[in-house]
């Protein structure tokens, strides 16, 4: 007789919080069933513990091993339905999550997998790219291009292969969705994927994932052998096959034509374009290369139609976004909602403000690369036309926070030390732009800058964001001028008197 089903993350960041630890004490005993299930995304419960009741699941949060019998007993849970995180959000990229067991192709099927596929085997390519044209999906990677488009441009290109590319080289700091869906959901990516190769005429696959990704990496292969096994993997009748390889640690391989550099063998540097990777990508074949969580919201598209994902969200922003709350708030997480509320309302929703003793100094928007925003400015909404129009980018959506015991100063130089350190060295404005500016933060730092070095940094900084060839260089300078514009004080105090 099996003991009681206790459902425990095998995410990562689930496991870092304690969850592996729980999983060794308990794994011998007869009284106990663990199921090891993707996360849910409230890390700021973990470790978290679920068993089922008639009333729906129950949780038992920032559990240790002692808090095994009372589990057991059923005291002290409470209804996930209740808690005000999740019960807010509105997911369907990620509606699975904490739910199936991330390796079984059963639990996908049955919370709706396999769907879209099927949807999507029943017509035509010209029909698959028009649903996504209805849907008004834009690229959820930082670019924000609609997919249609790139799709169609590669479905009428002639060659003799084509490919597939997600790009799952997530690099921004505070930024984790893609391995959540690698780790906690891979068959939702491997569908994706499917349906756009039945829609261009690919062959072949690839997912080039970060090389800081070794649990997302075995699970992705794992998934693909069960995928194979079930017979699956085709496009148009043909196999089609998907290789899983690892990135060399370069954050500008996030970039695509450096992605593709780097798959081919070669050191990531980024191309110029034209041509693009939808014309002339990998090997010089028509190439889709979009993010993981693009990849993962197309089975939903082609399961429930494009009208129902262009219903969602703004005008100019159709569907859900995944933010990643990160930094100095009560409740670090993952939540998935329509494009259309502000970033203070995400903040307190969400996050419940800041974390005990904290005030709120800035927060940052779109990775290392994202602009700085104060308090007088979380009022803009989150969609991509507000933050076009704010100077500034969704990126990723990772969303860190910043309090007031934060040097902006070294905060500006840290940043600019990171782009130095991550440029290709492709073109000049960012190989030597970002240099000098390292130089100059450097100097302010130490006591040595005047004035006019202050006026070069804005000026290095306009001449990059116009000149680089890519968006490392092109990006680099606005959380650094962001945060001379704001904070003035910060920089101008350390000059040379």
């Known amino acids: 007789m099996s003991g009681v089903r206790l459902y425990l993350s095998n995410d990562t960041s689930s496991c870092a919080a304690g969850a592996e630890r729980l999983a060794e004490a308990w794994r011998q005993r007869s009284d106990v069933e663990l ?139 505070g930024t984790y969705c893609d391995r959540m869906i690698m780790e906690g959901d891979p068959f939702r990516l491997i569908e994706g994927m499917l349906i756009c190769a039945m829609a261009i005429g690919a062959g072949a696959g690839y997912i080039y994932c970060r090389q800081e990704y070794p649990a997302a990496t075995a699970c992705l292969r794992a998934a693909i052998r069960a995928a194979g096994k079930a017979g699956w993997l085709e496009s148009d009748g043909q196999p089609f096959t998907i290789e899983v390889v690892s990135g060399a640690g370069s954050y500008v391989c996030g970039e695509e034509t450096a992605l593709l550099e780097s798959l081919e063998g070669k050191r990531g540097v980024v191309r110029a374009r034209p041509p693009h ?22 089975p939903n598209i082609l399961a429930r139609g494009g009208a129902w994902h262009a219903s969602l969200g703004t005008e100019g922003s159709c569907g859900t976004i995944a933010l990643q709350l990160g930094g ?35 927060v940052q928007v779109g990775g290392p690369l994202g602009s700085l925003f104060t308090d007088a400015q979380l009022d803009i909404p989150i969609c991509f036309d507000a933050f076009a129009q704010a ?67 804005t000026e290095l900084g306009d001449t990059m964001k116009a000149t680089s060839l890519c968006g490392l260089g092109g990006r680099a300078p606005y959380p650094v001028l962001s945060a001379l514009e704001h904070f003035p004080v910060e920089f101008r105090s350390r000059l040379r008197s």
């Open 35 to 173: 199921v090891r299930t993707s996360s849910r995304g409230a890390f700021y419960l973990e470790p978290m513990v679920e068993r089922d009741s008639p009333e729906g699941r129950l949780a038992w949060c920032h559990v240790t091993a002692e808090d095994l019998p009372k589990i057991l007993a059923g005291d002290g849970g409470i209804p996930i339905s209740t808690i005000p995180f999740l019960s807010k959000q509105t997911r369907h990229t990620f509606v699975s999550f904490g739910v199936t067991e991330p390796l079984s192709l059963e639990a996908y099927q049955a919370q709706g997998g396999l769907a879209g596929l099927r949807n999507a085997r029943q017509g035509s390519p010209s029909a698959i790219i028009q649903e996504i044209k209805t849907s008004r999906l834009r690229g959820r990677g930082g670019a924000a291009f609609p997919v249609w488009k790139k799709w169609d441009v590669a479905a009428t290109a002639q060659a003799d292969r084509k490919y597939v590319v997600a790009n799952a080289d997530e690099g921004d700091a």
């Open 391 to 457: 100077d500034a980018i969704l990126g990723h959506g990772g969303i860190v926070v910043f309090d007031d015991q934060t040097d902006m100063l070294e905060l500006s130089r840290h940043l600019m030390a990171f782009v130095a350190d991550e440029s290709c060295g492709k073109c000049v404005p960012c190989r030597i732009g970002s240099l000098r500016a390292r130089e100059i933060l450097d100097a302010i730092q130490r006591g040595q800058a005047t004035e006019a070095d202050l006026s070069l940094l």
């Open 328 to 362: 100095r708030v009560k409740q670090p997480g993952l939540i998935e909602i329509p494009f259309g509320l502000t970033l203070r309302e995400v903040l307190d929703q969400f996050g419940q403000g800041m974390a005990d003793g904290a005030r709120l100094k800035a």
């Open 277 to 298: 990777p939808a014309q002339s990508g990998l090997y010089g074949r028509p190439t889709i290369v979009s993010n993981v969580l693009t990849f993962a919201t197309i």
